[in-house]
């Protein structure tokens, strides 16, 4: 009795040690490439150190396995079935890491390794797993509170440039994120410049494609170039965070505080910004959705796209910093995501305020090609912006069921700007003869409310790949502005003398509003294993109103007689109906689709003033087709084609003059049609991760038909142009560009070299007092790069490379813009003893004179720092920095557009020193079980 109830005793000891102990490990191998899993393979547990065999399994039926319990230690997972090679991988399991699940284990054919082979444990530096390319971020050098974007740096075919913004193979990254979720939304720089570059597992680069081609399989076009950040399982339970204060010469500073906290599936997140250096306000993208007021709606396929900005609204450009000026920012941040009840329900919610105030100077000088000859104005421009923001957004996901989901995300945002431009203009005839000045002044103060609310619902159905979707969204935008417009024009014959003088007083208010409402429900059902189909229909409805009244002063200062020349009040309502059909092709190394969508179109707009309307119904045809063969996991070649229609967008048709600015006059048409483009793309890309070389290829060409094109008339008396647009007729506008890149490491020296060569242009046309103008434009460039790091010795990166542009108008043959160009950029960290580090980077760009600008252009960036770190984690860091040591900076941009050449000179940021204190604190651990 006493050994029977020891021996319970003990049974019941061990199962409660196991209990609050579950070590275990998992996994399922598979065969993804035969989309197949492999069944018995056999699984060994290997002791790391003397490589002795600790545990052995076989996968079940499903591929699937587990081993438990298992004790702490090193070991090794040594994967084997017949043909296929076998896999290894390292791995520990200690206090903070009783488990480890390996998820799906792709194993390869030996047939098809040859140079491709992949060891896991020996930290392979890039994978690439059908779509996506993976980097090891292990397999990179980093040095202590470097940060995500110090990594990407070092990942071949990414380039971060010094505003943070990501180019990858060749396309911009407008999304990062972190374990597959939006971290403050999509402000890819809140990530890169902030989150420890040692707390990356792994960086993945793909296209994400659109939430509905995800669910459904089959591919709608839509995709976006995307960086996700997956982190260290025992990086996720912790915080960490940076303050960095600065203080330089000529009253320059920059301020920021960032703090980080995650808890296994929790993260919040704060951070805040001060500076006037233009490097810590708002990022890159956010200067387009945090820009000013105005904007304008265009209709593509039914649907609706706003766009910032526009040269009919009298605040321009709304107070956003692109460089021009100097900029005065202050925001701050809070994120919060959350996973629950077994990872089937999350929320991910951002709120941001900021502020940014620019103070600029500009000088522009144009050249604008007339039949009649040329004309050439320069313009002085001062401008004070400012503009403040709330914006707060939220998404939540649940899983109702093993077969049905649901996603609702809601957004907000209100702004308010504050503008001021000063204009003093003069305009002069091709035989330097005076034809016209102007002195304008634009005020303007308004607001603006964005609200954003949709839902998408899934549904899995009982036979596999059959299923449906259902999309509702909701969207409502009000403006409203009011402002004063002074100005005062001149106008002087061939012998300079004044003939003419026009002065403007008014005040202009402009109340707009937009009300979209779109519905998408989708039906996808699998003909066969290999054959598939999606039918679509969707109804969207859209409420709009434009109320711009212009009102000139009876008296001084009392603004009350209307002006019915530059005032209109419209109201407009769009009902669409799109139904289509798409086709899914897949079969071993073969993917095709493609279909036809058919949308129709009411659009009825009333002009309330004059009790005009306007009705028209439009019928857009919109094929699409894409295929991709995939040579092998390492290489593929894909080819694309859509058809597109763009309806004129509400300015464009609304028959009202905008006297803004009085020489350029623009007026709208209501017998404008829907414009329809053709759009083919090819891309290619190979990788051999023993040679550790990467070849992409990827182009573009596109031709329009019955394209919105410019009309203007010039009167060459006065230089005063009117602009309205209108459809093109007998001809086709066209443009493409074809661009490659290959990288490659050295491994002898470990040098990595980059080249890239690419071509791009255009041909255009528009009408100049009734003459058709043809445009052709044609760009050339090529690049190489050099780099090589040593670890805590030096590293270094430079490329260099000259491109050509050539701009040719059919109005004046012998007048053009081609020139060539070269810009190059290195930069170079040297580590010295007693953990001082010294950093210097430049940047190079010339352009040369042309036959239109008789001046070549030339600058020299040079910035440096010297900086001492402390403490066992160099954690605090001391830092002197100076920017354009030179002091070269000077804002510059010359492009051509239509029948017009322009030149552009501004004021930015120049020389300065910055003395700054950056303290990186981090209290990271593993996870808690």
Excluded at 103 to 109: D, I, P, Y
Excluded at 328 to 357: C, P, Q
Excluded at 582 to 602: E, Q
């Amino acid at each position: 009795m006493k050994k029977l109830s020891l021996t319970f005793f003990l049974c019941a000891l061990c199962i409660c040690v196991f209990a609050q102990s579950p070590s275990y490990i998992k996994g399922i191998v598979a065969d993804s490439a035969a989309n197949t899993k492999l069944r018995n393979a056999t699984i060994s547990i290997l002791n790391a150190k003397d490589s002795t065999l600790y545990k052995f399994t076989r996968a079940a039926e499903n591929g699937a396995f587990e081993i438990q319990p298992m004790r702490s230690g090193n070991f090794i997972l040594l994967l084997t079935y017949p043909e296929y090679a076998d896999y290894v991988y390292h791995f520990k399991l200690d206090e903070g890491n009783l488990s480890f699940n390996f998820g799906t284990v792709n194993m390869k054919l030996k047939a098809t390794l040859l140079n491709e082979v992949i060891i896991k444990g020996q930290a392979a530096a890039i994978k690439i797993k059908g779509d996506t390319t993976e980097f090891n971020a292990g397999s990179y050098t980093i040095q202590p509170n470097d940060k995500v974007e110090d990594l990407l740096r070092k990942l071949p075919g990414i380039q971060v440039d010094k505003d943070g913004k990501i180019t990858a193979q060749g396309k911009t990254v407008p999304k990062v994120l972190v374990d597959g979720e939006e971290f403050f939304g999509d402000d890819p720089t809140l990530v890169t410049k902030n989150l420890r570059a040692d707390m990356v597992d792994k960086v993945q680069l793909y296209e994400k494609k659109s939430d509905q081609a995800s669910f459904t399989g089959v591919d709608d076009g839509e995709k976006t170039q995307t960086i996700n950040i997956k982190l260290k399982e025992d990086k996720k339970n912790g915080f960490f965070g940076k303050v960095d204060i600065g203080g330089g010469t000529d009253d320059f500073y920059a301020g920021q505080v960032l703090f980080n906290k995650f808890k296994a599936k929790e993260k919040f997140s704060f951070f805040g910004t001060a500076s006037n250096t233009g490097k810590t306000g708002l990022s890159w993208d956010d200067n387009n959705k945090y820009g000013g007021g105005g904007g304008d709606v265009q209709f593509i396929d039914g649907g609706m796209m706003i766009m910032g900005g526009g040269g009919d609204e009298l605040e321009s450009w709304g107070g956003r910093y692109n460089g021009e000026g100097i900029p005065i920012a202050r925001n701050a941040g809070a994120h919060y995501d959350l996973k629950w009840n077994d990872d089937k329900e999350s929320i991910n919610t951002n709120y941001k305020i900021g502020s940014l105030r620019v103070d600029g100077t500009k000088n522009i000088l144009t050249q604008r090609n007339l039949p009649e000859g040329i004309i050439n104005s320069n313009q002085d421009q001062l401008t004070n912006n400012y503009i403040f923001r709330h914006k707060l957004d939220a998404t939540y996901q649940i899983k109702l069921d093993t077969t049905s989901n649901l996603k609702v995300t809601v957004s907000g945002t209100s702004k308010n700007n504050e503008t001021a431009n000063n204009f003093s203009s003069e305009g002069r005839r091709e035989d330097n003869s005076l034809l016209n000045t102007e002195l304008r002044d634009l005020d303007n103060k308004g607001d603006e409310q964005i609200f954003n609310v949709s839902a998408f619902y899934t549904k899995k159905l009982k036979k596999p790949g059959r299923n449906y979707s259902l999309n509702l969204s909701q969207m409502i935008n009000e403006r409203n502005s009011e402002g004063y417009l002074y100005s005062k024009n001149e106008f002087f014959d061939v012998n300079g003398v004044l003939n003419k003088t026009e002065l403007t007083d008014q005040l202009k208010t402009n109340k707009a509003s937009n009300s979209f409402f779109f519905t998408n429900l989708t039906y996808t059902e699998p003909i066969n294993k290999k054959l598939s189909v999606v039918l679509n229909y969707g109804l969207s409805i859209n409420n709009a109103s434009a109320d711009r009244k212009s009102y000139n002063a009876s008296t001084p200062g009392q603004y009350d007689m209307l002006d019915n020349q530059f005032s209109n009040n419209f109201t407009s309502q769009q009902l669409s109906n799109q139904g289509g059909a798409i086709l899914s092709y897949k079969h071993k190394k073969s993917t095709l689709n493609g279909g036809l969508k058919l949308n129709t179109v009411n659009f009825d707009q009333l002009d309330k003033v004059n009790d005009i309307s306007y009705e028209r119904t439009f019928v857009n045809w919109m094929p699409q087709a894409r295929y991709q063969y995939r040579f092998s996991q390492y290489r593929a070649f894909g080819l694309s084609y859509n058809g597109r229609t763009s309806q004129p967008s509400v300015s464009q048709l609304q028959p009202v003059a905008v006297n803004d600015d009085v020489l350029n006059i623009p007026i709208g048409n209501p017998n404008l049609k829907p414009s329809y483009s053709n759009n083919f793309n090819f891309e290619y890309n190979s990788f051999k991760v023993i040679s550790n070389t990467s070849l992409f290829f990827y182009g573009s060409f596109n031709f329009t038909n019955n394209q919105i094109v410019n009309n203007t008339t010039t009167d060459k008396l006065t230089g005063k142009s009117q602009y309205q647009f209108i459809n093109l007729k007998d001809e086709t506008p066209t443009n493409y560009y074809v661009n490659s890149y290959f990288s490659k490491k050295i491994k002898k020296i470990e040098l990595s070299v980059d080249v890239e060569l690419g071509m791009s242009g255009n041909t255009s046309y528009n009408y100049v007092n009734d003459v058709l103008n043809e445009t052709k434009n044609n760009s050339y460039n090529a690049g190489v790069g050099l780099s090589k790091h040593k670890e805590k010795k030096y590293s270094f990166n430079i490329s260099f490379g000259p491109a050509y542009n050539t701009q040719q108008s059919s109005l004046n043959e012998n007048i053009n813009n081609n020139g060539l160009s070269y810009a190059g950029y290195g930069s170079f960290t040297i580590y010295l003893p007693a953990k001082i580090q010294i950093s210097s980077d430049a940047r190079y760009n010339y352009t040369a004179k042309t036959a239109s600008f008789d001046q070549s252009f030339e600058q020299t960036i040079v910035n440096s720092s010297v900086s001492k770190t402390f403490f066992k984690g160099d954690n605090l860091k001391l830092s002197l920095s100076g920017n354009d040591l030179l002091n070269q900076n000077t804002g510059f941009q010359r492009y051509a557009s239509a029948s017009t050449i322009t030149q552009t000179k501004y004021n930015t940021i120049k020389r300065y020193f910055m003395f700054s204190l950056i303290w990186d604190f981090n209290k990271m651990g593993g996870v808690k079980k």
